[in-house]
């Protein structure tokens, strides 16, 4: 059964390819300030797909290096090479699918294995009303956040300084519209935005992670996002 993140991967990667093509043609017209354009957009699809396969397979780097050396050996070896040359591609090219199978079992066994992340142990505290709130402090110069808070049966995200992100450029009125589009709506006296869902825990935790990935890696520019994010528990 396919996951919200197969589903998210999946459109990035349609997106990456349509992005692709169009660069290539926009190349093939001669329209090179146009295809630099592109070819900035589909830097940012590119590395956000690196970002979501890396957390459906924290492996996913070793594999790709590894898929890759693969294929550069196979295309060395459909030339003409020398006897000794061929005989060394060989060994290299087993020694790579030795390595990348073994990487594949793991991940196979890592599969199987229940998996914890921060947010599921903060959620979980929530859920079981040992904390008030969940603050995810999106970048700390701007102070975006989107904050979880939890009343019965119903989970209240609150995204904030929204002002500030805007002032500082790095979020505009698109990026909003994107958020409403999953459910958001502005509150009346400020710019933030919430959103309420209501379900059993498991439904509320998957809820959740959904959209938070979606503010993440599908919302949010990369420029929203530092490097001293973090989370903070509300008592």
Same mark, same amino acid.
């Given at each position: ?9 999946? !459109?990035?990667? @349609? ?6 093509? @169009? ?44 898929? &890759? ?8 070896? @459909? ?21 990348? $199978? ?30 008030? !709130? ?14 979880? &808070?939890?009343?019965?049966? &119903?989970? @209240? ?42 379900? $059993? ?32 528990? &509300?008592?």
């Amino acid at each position: 059964m396919e996951s919200k993140l197969d589903f998210i991967l999946a !459109a990035l990667e @349609s997106e990456e390819k349509a992005i692709k093509a @169009s660069i290539d043609e926009f190349l093939e017209e001669g329209d090179y300030e146009f295809a630099f354009l592109q070819s900035k957009g589909l830097s940012d699809i590119s590395h956000q797909i690196y970002l979501l396969k890396r957390i459906e397979d924290p492996l996913f780097k070793q594999k790709q290096f590894l898929q &890759t050396r693969i294929q550069n050996i196979e295309k060395a070896l @459909s030339k003409q090479v020398p006897a000794h040359l061929k005989e060394y591609l060989l060994n290299e090219l087993q020694a790579a699918e030795r390595e990348l $199978e073994i990487f594949e079992m793991r991940q196979k066994e890592d599969f199987l294995k229940p998996k914890e992340t921060v947010l599921d142990n903060c959620l979980q505290l929530l859920f079981l009303k040992k904390i008030k !709130a969940v603050d995810i402090i999106f970048s700390k110069k701007t102070n975006l956040c989107s904050k979880l &808070t939890l009343r019965g049966k &119903t989970l @209240s995200i609150r995204i904030s300084s929204l002002k500030n992100a805007l002032q500082e450029g790095c979020l505009d009125n698109y990026h909003i519209k994107m958020a409403e589009k999953l459910g958001f709506s502005r509150l009346s006296r400020s710019l933030d935005l919430k959103l309420k869902l209501q379900g $059993e825990q498991d439904d509320l935790m998957r809820k959740s992670k959904f959209i938070l990935a979606r503010l993440t890696f599908d919302i949010f520019p990369g420029g929203c996002i530092d490097s001293e994010s973090f989370i903070k528990l &509300t008592q």
